[in-house]
């Protein structure tokens, strides 16, 4: 006797059935290389941003290095002509470059290259001598060769006195800054050079010194701010060229009071817009 055998647990593969399975196939597929497209999508886009951000830091390093540095001034030893809370532009080729003009001056070459000599007069941001980490900021009145001296609260340049007049006094409270009242003089150097110096002690320290010989290749610094200034007078002494790391060009922002920049609330009350783009002489 035969006994029929029984497919009902068998489920037939039909023409419709292989079109379906080719159908989810095809799917799966086409779902597959949209994650890839999408992923590489991303990836791309994540290169670009980074090559993005790699270009903007070469390109600051470069401007900065070669162009342009940005400082704050931090003190009030160059009163009038600098206050407390300037944010100014330095031009970084305007003496050529030492290992200063660089980040982390690296000691790469020694002396400098492209030299140009300040004048005076300049505002120059150099390299503190005995300590080279430190930024300091003065006004070059001394050249390689020249005598200098104070008498009487007068600078004398090869036994010459620079000529200078009384025009006045400047209340630092009224500018954000948080100093005494003192005499303005103006004065010329020999060359032409006019600016104003605050004068706030009659026989301050630094009104009486002995004759400084400037060195070759060396620079004498002063702050405007005569008796509020630590400068070639003190313990700054002869700057050497290679300390040069520019000269200060023009005030691009400048906020009183102590604030930051980044306190955008205390704007309105210590922001100086007059001082903005103001070049510096």
Known sequence: MRVKSQHSDRIPFTTQGRRSSKLQHRKGLK?????SDKAEKK???LWETVKVIIQALILALVIRSFLFQPFSIPSGS????????????????????????????????????????????????FRFPPNPKIDYIKRVVGLPGDRIRMKGGVLYINDTPVKRERVGEFNPRAHGVNDNPAAVFHETLPNGVSYDTLDEFPNGAGDDT??????????????DNRDNSADSRFDVGYVPAENLVGRAEMIFFSIGDGASPLQIWKWPQDLRPTRFFEFTE
């Open 43 to 45: 990836e791309s886009a």
């Open 31 to 35: 779902g597959l290389a949209n994650v």
């Open 78 to 125: 160059m009163m009038p002509t600098l206050l407390q809370g300037d944010y100014l532009f330095v031009s970084k080729y305007a003496y050529g470059y030492s290992r200063y003009s660089f980040p982390f001056s690296p000691d790469l070459f020694s002396g400098r290259i492209w030299s140009g000599e300040p004048e005076r007069g300049d505002i120059v941001v």
């Open 210 to 223: 002995r004759e400084f010989l400037v060195p070759e290749g060396h620079y004498f610094m002063m702050g």
